[in-house]
Every structure is written in structure tokens, then in C-alpha cells.
T-cell receptor, first 113, second 115 residues
Framework: AQSVTQLGSHVSVSEGALVLLRCNYSSSVPPYLFWYVQYPNQGLQLLLKYTTGATLVKGINGFEAEFKKSETSFHLTKPSAHMSDAAEYFC???????????FGKGTKLSVKP | DSGVTQTPKHLITATGQRVTLRCSPRSGDLSVYWYQQSLDQGLQFLIQ???????AKGNILERFSAQQFPDLHSELNLSSLELGDSALYFCASSPRGPATNYGYTFGSGTRLTVV
């Protein structure tokens, strides 16, 4: 069965520092991959997605992710963290047995001033 | 505003009771998905409907049921509620059926507290 693993339930960075949130998927076939962000007391908002084509995907708010088939990874990065980036981030893969989105456990990002 | 509307936003009820959560998908979207988010289980897929028909079932308990109506809104019914059912329940919608690569648009959720 498809699964998504996010390394680190909590990541803390300083404002202006690089943000790196890790995501690995398990699949013999590259799935469609997504990153969502959840701000407190809100629903999930799509940051970016990989379907086919270019392996470096750019999303909203300066985030990007690179699909690496050899590493079965889809890590999320942002060159310079902003206080407003503090939120919980979820990696997801489309490819469950029923064709639905499978989510990782989430990574809570804290940004220190 | 994502375009997916969930009501109510908060619900407090007693064990053994039954509640109904409502979701209106984004205009034009035919699929509705229900997810449960809890601290220990994370985001768990419950059930999916496409254009009125059930298309996929996930970890949905037998005490829970759902349906999608002709106007495409959906309702999730939770009965014989237990303390462990306390969670955030999200509805999401997408334009097409299963395995769509569009991604889902999520509502802001219904927070259910069972006391």
C-alpha cells in the first residue's frame, strides 16, 4: 500500500534561514505528489504539486519541491523563512488503492525571530 | 475562502448521540472527500463520493455514514458517538473522480467534541 513518511514532526528555523521539510513516499510507480499547508484553525491549502514533467516544482509563497525518483523523495524547501511561514505542512501522495490522497503525519514549522 | 463550505464549524455533543456534518463543494467540483484529523491518527481518509455515487471507502467506522445529494452537497452522519470520535472533520472537493491529479480543495473543517 502507498505510504508517505515525513521526517521530523517539528522543525524550528530562524527567520531568514533555509526551510527544508522532508517527505518520502513508498511506491513502485511514481505517484502524483502534493504539499499542503495548514495554518491554525484553518483547512489545508495546496502549496504545490508534482504530476509529470519538470521535477522541480514551484509553489506559492516562495516554496518549491524537487521530485527525486531514485530517492523516492519530494522534499519541500524555501530559501528564506518568514514568520508567516509558521504552520503545519503535510506531504501527500495520490495513489492509494482507491485513488485517494494519502497524507503524511505532518511537520509543524516554527520560525524564530 | 477556498470555496468549500462546511457547517457547523464547531459541535459539542454527548456520548451516544448522533450528529450530521454538512459540506458544499466548490462550484463545478463533482467529487467530495471526507477526512478525519486527530492528534494520534493524523489525516485519515474516510469516504469519497463522485457525482452522487460512493466511489471509495477508507477507514470509516460502521457507525459513520455519508451521502452526496443531487445538488452535490454531502453530509457525514456520525452516530453512537464515543469520546474517541472527537476530531476535526474535513471535507474536500475536486473536479473529477478518483485518482485526479488536480489535488483537493479543503474546507475549514468541523471541530467535533464529544463529552
Amino acid at each position: 500500500a502507498q505510504s508517505v513518511t515525513q521526517l521530523g514532526s517539528h522543525v524550528s528555523v530562524s527567520e531568514g534561514a533555509l526551510v527544508l521539510l522532508r517527505c518520502n513516499y513508498s511506491s513502485s510507480v511514481p505517484p502524483y505528489l502534493f504539499w499542503y499547508v495548514q495554518y491554525p484553525n484553518q483547512g489545508l491549502q495546496l502549496l504545490l504539486k508534482y504530476t509529470t514533467g519538470a521535477t522541480l516544482v514551484k509553489g506559492i509563497n516562495g516554496f518549491e519541491a524537487e521530485f527525486k525518483k531514485s530517492e523516492t523523495s519530494f522534499h519541500l524547501t524555501k530559501p528564506s523563512a518568514h514568520m508567516s511561514d509558521a504552520a503545519e505542512y503535510f506531504c501527500a501522495a495520490l495513489g492509494g488503492s482507491q485513488g485517494n490522497l494519502i497524507f503524511g503525519k505532518g511537520t509543524k514549522l516554527s520560525v524564530k525571530p | 475562502d477556498s470555496g468549500v463550505t462546511q457547517t457547523p464549524k464547531h459541535l459539542i455533543t454527548a456520548t451516544g448521540q448522533r450528529v450530521t456534518l454538512r459540506c458544499s463543494p466548490r462550484s463545478g467540483d463533482l467529487s467530495v472527500y471526507w477526512y478525519q484529523q486527530s492528534l494520534d491518527q493524523g489525516l485519515q481518509f474516510l469516504i469519497q463520493y463522485y457525482n452522487g455515487e460512493e466511489r471509495a471507502k477508507g477507514n470509516i467506522l460502521e457507525r459513520f455514514s455519508a451521502q452526496q445529494f443531487p445538488d452535490l452537497h454531502s453530509e457525514l452522519n456520525l452516530s453512537s458517538l464515543e469520546l474517541g470520535d472527537s476530531a476535526l472533520y474535513f471535507c474536500a472537493s475536486s473536479p473529477r473522480g478518483p485518482a485526479t491529479n488536480y489535488g483537493y480543495t479543503f474546507g475549514s473543517g468541523t471541530r467535533l467534541t464529544v463529552v
